[in-house]
């Protein structure tokens, strides 16, 4: 009889246990991860030029990023940081954070004071140390060298899929530091 008692006081002690008060139950807002500090690279793309900040050529004239660049300068430099797992986020030499700006046809520039969805990306990695990188949209970035006249060799974020001119090679700065 006495075997009867405890199993009949056992299901009531495991109620008990789970129903604790303390348990929260409010639901976690998502936000950004916090970007960790970064480290100066340069970004190759598929034909061994090198990408760059350009400023353009005017008043309110945007910081296009662009390949075509034969030589690393301080405009060729960019700030990797990392926002978590293959997450990042890009700083150009002006200061400014990278986007792939959706109101500019997913045209890369760096014209952001912050980092939010639209200046993240994705590194993909591919064969022989190079990277696709992926937009928050999940689009590639391409060196795009078939747009006409001042177009051509801008970065744009609008590719479905991974091909010649969607692979990069990022390069840290100590290889060009004596």
């Not at 150009?92 to 969805?117: F, I, M, P, S, T």
């Amino acid at each position: 009889m006495k075997h009867r008692q405890a199993l009949a006081i056992l299901p009531v002690l495991a109620l008990v246990a789970c129903a604790e008060p303390n348990m929260d139950t409010t639901p976690v807002l998502e936000q950004e991860p916090a970007v960790e500090e970064g480290m100066t690279v340069m970004i190759q793309a598929h034909d061994g030029t090198y990408v760059g900040c350009a400023l353009g050529g005017g008043e309110g004239s945007l910081p296009v990023l662009r390949s075509g660049h034969p030589d690393v300068n301080d405009w060729e430099r960019f700030t990797l940081m990392r926002k978590g797992g293959d997450t990042i986020a890009l700083q150009a030499a002006n200061g400014n954070y990278v986007c792939a700006d959706g109101d500019q046809k997913e045209v890369l520039v760096a014209d952001r004071g912050y980092v939010g969805a639209w200046e993240s990306f994705v590194l993909e990695p591919l064969d022989s140390g190079r990277v696709a990188i992926r937009t928050h949209r999940g689009l590639y970035v391409s060196a795009d060298h078939a747009l006409p006249g001042e177009e051509s060799d801008r970065l744009v974020g609008d590719r479905q899929s991974v091909g010649l001119w969607e692979r990069f090679t990022i390069i840290p700065d100590t290889v060009f530091r004596p």
